[in-house]
T-cell receptor, first 114, second 111 residues
Framework: ETGVTQSPTHLIKTRGQQVTLRCSSQ?????VSWYQQALGQGPQFIFQ???????GRGNFPPRFSGLQFPNYSSELNVNALELDDSALYLC?????????????FGNGTRLTVT | RKEVEQDPGPFNVPEGATVAFNCTYS??????FFWYRQDCRKEPKLLMS???SGNEDGRFTAQLNRASQYISLLIRDSKLSDSATYLC????????????FGQGTELSVKP
């Protein structure tokens, strides 16, 4: 069974730039969720994709956008980066988005915006 | 008010101690409840689900009080390997499929 993999593991960007983070879901999982975790905080929900459609969104501005592909892998795109976007970005996959299917997290991408 | 609030921590306990973590949630319509564990600089991993009747998994016991909107986690006979951050997590299907995490409580078990 292949777990959730994210790339890159670390990234440094400059304010105003754009970034794309990638996630391959665990085999058999059709739902991908993205979370942002600032230092010392719990993960904050960004959005969820189920079968290539956005299935829910947290309190993040439109410059945070995403995609899910037919193989259920996913991308998170952030435009016009701000210093406060520096965080650990976690991707999690599950069999469904109903809450009764455990989330399996990837190792995360640590983004630093300078 | 945060949707999920946990004891601020950190908790520093000796090996063998019993430690309890508390968590409250604000949305009475929440449907599912979990404890996740996160090791330093690692991803969160599901520790256990929390059921209304309370449930136990080895040294770990989880309790849910829906009337008080309160969740707890008890760890008995603490091990060094229990050192981690424990995240209280709540799910409400009507909120777009998202899990809502507390800020976490850090536990450090000392020899």
């Amino acid at each position: 069974e292949t777990g959730v993999t994210q790339s890159p593991t670390h990234l440094i960007k400059t304010r105003g730039q754009q970034v794309t983070l990638r996630c391959s879901s665990q085999s058999g999982h059709n739902t991908v969720s993205w979370y942002q975790q600032a230092l010392g905080q719990g993960p904050q929900f960004i959005f969820q994709y189920y079968r290539e459609e956005e299935n829910g969104r947290g309190n993040f501005p439109p410059r945070f956008s995403g995609l899910q592909f037919p193989n259920y892998s996913s991308e998170l795109n952030v435009n016009a980066l701000e210093l406060d976007d520096s965080a650990l970005y976690l991707c999690a996959s599950s069999f469904s988005g109903t809450g009764d299917s455990p989330l399996h997290f990837g190792n995360g991408t640590r983004l630093t915006v300078t | 008010r945060k949707e999920v609030e946990q004891d601020p921590g950190p908790f520093n306990v000796p090996e063998g101690a019993t430690v309890a973590f508390n968590c409250t949630y604000s949305n009475s319509a929440s449907q599912s409840f979990f404890w996740y564990r996160q090791d330093c600089r690692k991803e969160p991993k599901l520790l256990m689900s929390v059921y209304s009747s309370g449930n136990e998994d080895g040294r770990f016991t989880a309790q849910l009080n829906r009337a008080s909107q309160y969740i707890s986690l008890l760890i008995r006979d603490s091990k060094l390997s229990d050192s981690a951050t424990y995240l209280c997590v709540v799910f409400n299907y009507n909120q777009g499929g998202k899990l809502i995490f507390g800020q976490g409580t850090e536990l450090s078990v000392k020899p």
